[in-house]
């Protein structure tokens, strides 16, 4: 049977666990990429967590927190089905009685891309994910790599906080037409679902671009320009897609995986392409990761 239930509910149900225990955070609204999270869990530990909460932390002023979906009587089945043990969904005021002092920031990882765009979105998702991790000691979390920066952040946070949790990151979920699954895709209308398209067709095609870069002995295969020559390629392959679309692009980058500075010179490792680009006022995030 599954419990649902907030801070003491949690305390007491993992104070009887013996056995290990997989969190799944997210803020609800669950669809198919959620599922897969949850699935993994249950294969990674004994027991799954799968915490509920829109945090309020991590949206900025005039961002979506009031419309943010929270269709909660539909994501418990979606939990049970999926064979999660707690939904840890607490009110507002349990995670927060007064507006929190302390925080947990995410430093200079924090600040560009979604960042750039969102001051302190980090730092709220870093703060929520440690409150998360203390209230539920977990052995395991899952994430999605769709948000591969806070991926990036989590881990960060996970080494330099010294947490004994093990990361598992779960590779994008698409829809059929190529789209990352998002809650945020309910927003779009068909038209803009169409121009939206236009983003894993970008990722497409700067990959294409590194494989026949390679494939050609060009840069990959030793040529003295190195990794910066492909890395141009791959951009511009990608940012021609989007050109050629209504997207507004808030950044297309090619960054090293660890440490999300723009890929330099004789680049050699895993890289990730980003891109976060609205479709009418929905703004998107996809990314692909790339190795050179
Ligand atoms: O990815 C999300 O849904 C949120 O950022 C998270 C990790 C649940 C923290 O609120």
Not at 31 to 53: K, N, P, Q, T
Not at 196 to 219: K, V
Request: glycine share 10%; hydrophobic share 45%.
């Amino acid at each position: 049977m599954i419990e649902i239930g907030g801070i003491p509910a949690l305390r007491q149900w993992r104070k009887e666990r013996a056995g290990t225990v997989a969190l799944v955070p997210t803020m609800g609204a669950l669809h198919s990429g959620h599922r897969a999270l949850m699935d993994r869990a249950r294969e990674l530990a004994d027991h799954v967590v799968v915490s509920i909460f829109v945090n309020p932390l991590q949206f900025g002023p005039g961002e979506d927190f009031t419309r943010y979906p929270r269709p909660f009587a539909e994501d418990i089945p979606m939990c049970a089905e999926a064979g999660a043990d707690f939904v840890f969904a607490p009110a507002f005021i349990e995670m927060y009685p007064a507006a929190p002092e302390v925080r947990v920031t995410a430093g200079r990882m924090g600040a560009v891309f979604e960042g750039a765009d969102r001051p302190g979105h980090f730092d709220g998702v870093l703060t929520v994910v440690t409150k998360l991790f203390t209230l539920s000691l977990p052995d395991v979390t899952v994430f999605g790599l769709k948000d591969i920066q806070q991926f990036t952040l989590v881990r960060r946070l996970i080494a330099d906080l010294d947490f004994d949790i093990e990361l598992v990151g779960l590779p994008v979920v698409r829809d059929r037409d190529g789209l990352a699954v998002s809650s945020r895709n309910d927003y779009l209308t068909p038209g803009e679902r169409i121009s939206a398209l236009a983003i894993p067709r970008a990722l497409d095609a700067g990959e294409a671009a590194l494989r026949e870069g390679a494939l050609g002995g060009g840069a990959l295969g030793g040529g003295a320009l190195g990794g910066s020559a492909l890395a141009d390629d791959v951009l511009a392959a990608a940012r021609a897609v989007v050109a050629d679309s209504e997207l507004r692009v808030h950044y297309l980058s090619l960054v090293d995986a660890s440490t999300l500075q723009p890929v330099r010179e004789h680049f050699r490792g895993d890289a990730l392409l980003l891109i976060a680009a609205s479709a009418g006022t929905t703004r998107l995030i996809d990314n692909r990761p790339l190795e050179f």
